[in-house]
């Protein structure tokens, strides 16, 4: 289905140079491969929250400082999200996903052999240096894999790596974790990296560099109509998010009052629920993109303001978490598509705004969340969860205009 671009958005005389008008069939089996790549990388990134103490003991230093590998693989993949396009201008596509498969190799070998700290925090580097370069080229990738009115779908099919590696990756690396020691952890997650690698020899095609990237085209792309807005809605709403995910153990803990077996359980519910979500989403985006962008914070704002209000009931807790999961899902989704159709131009500097959008919002939420927790207790978390997606909301409605064929 076409979706022309509003008159008012754009020049008439920009054309795409991401999107590939001529791609009639859909190339699944790369697409798939994007999807593999994304499971290894996620989890590999989700291990050391899952190997913390193990980590920290192996290396004898504290679970503060081996905290840091999470913190320095967000920055890192900040950083690169911004200047990955430049960085890369003129180098065919195909080998930069792959290099990017290469570093988490070495990443996880690093890890796994890591003596101190300091060989820690670089191995983590590496990583982030993947995470951010893969999710920035990740959107403006699966334009030229597949037609148009499919992206939805292959986005949908890309994030379900991100549903699977929630799920699996936390109690998986634990449990792994005490069979084989958390080195061997980082082996194994090599071994999966090894996989996604060789997957996406055989199915990526050619994709040569479009278009000309240059250090001021973020600041560009900014300045379009609609573009900025859109930037700070995503913030709203990914820091409205890691506000309340970042302190889901403690509210459960002390509101709903349930032990380690009933947070492991009710996470592992938002993780199934999540997947299903990551599935559905693309039905409902191919109704009406604005309907799934208004509607996913709406419903988040609701279930935070009501655990804040009345949580404290085990069962109806872990449903609401539970639906939470299964909505949130579809929040990536929907914003890669709305880059897919606000600037198909330049996908991959919108790609990175978005990484670094929400980077930034790990950052902001957990950092705030932090401090309420202090003064006011899980609840208080809650609230200012959602009184941060109500905002986000109010600005979707009155400042993301519709697209394509919301229109």
Known sequence: ????MPSDTFATNV?????????????????????????SLVTAEFLPASLLTPLAEGLNISKGAAGQAVTVTALVALLTSLFISVAIRGIDRKWILMGFSVLLIISNLTVATAPGILTLLFGRVLIGIALGGFWSLSIATLMRLVPERDIPRAISIMFLGVSAATVFAVPVGSYLGAMIGWRGVFVAATGLAVLALLVQ????????????????????????PGIGIGMIAVLMVFAGHFTFFTYIRPFLE????????????ILFGFGLANFLGTYLIAFVIQRSLRLALIMMPSVMAGLALILTLFGGVTAVDA??????????????????????????????????????????????????????LEISGPRGVFLISGLILVAAVITIILKIKPLGNDE
């Open 1 to 4: 289905m076409e979706r022309p």
């Open 15 to 39: 054309q795409p140079d991401i999107s590939d008008k001529n791609q009639t069939r859909p190339a699944w089996g790369a697409v798939f491969s994007m999807s593999l790549g994304v499971f």
């Open 201 to 224: 020899m055989l199915t990526l095609p050619s994709l040569p560099a479009q278009g000309k990237a240059r250090m001021t085209i973020l600041f560009e792309v900014l300045r379009r």
């Open 254 to 265: 002390t509101v709903t009052g349930v032990g380690v077996d009933g947070v492991t359980a």
């Open 319 to 372: 449903l609401l978490i539970a639906v939470w999961g299964l909505v949130i899902a579809g929040v990536p989704v929907s914003w890669s598509t709305w880059i897919t159709r606000a600037m198909p131009d330049q996908a991959e500097a919108g790609g990175g705004l978005i990484v670094a959008a929400i980077n930034f919002a790990i950052a902001a939420g957990a950092g705030l969340g932090g401090g309420l």
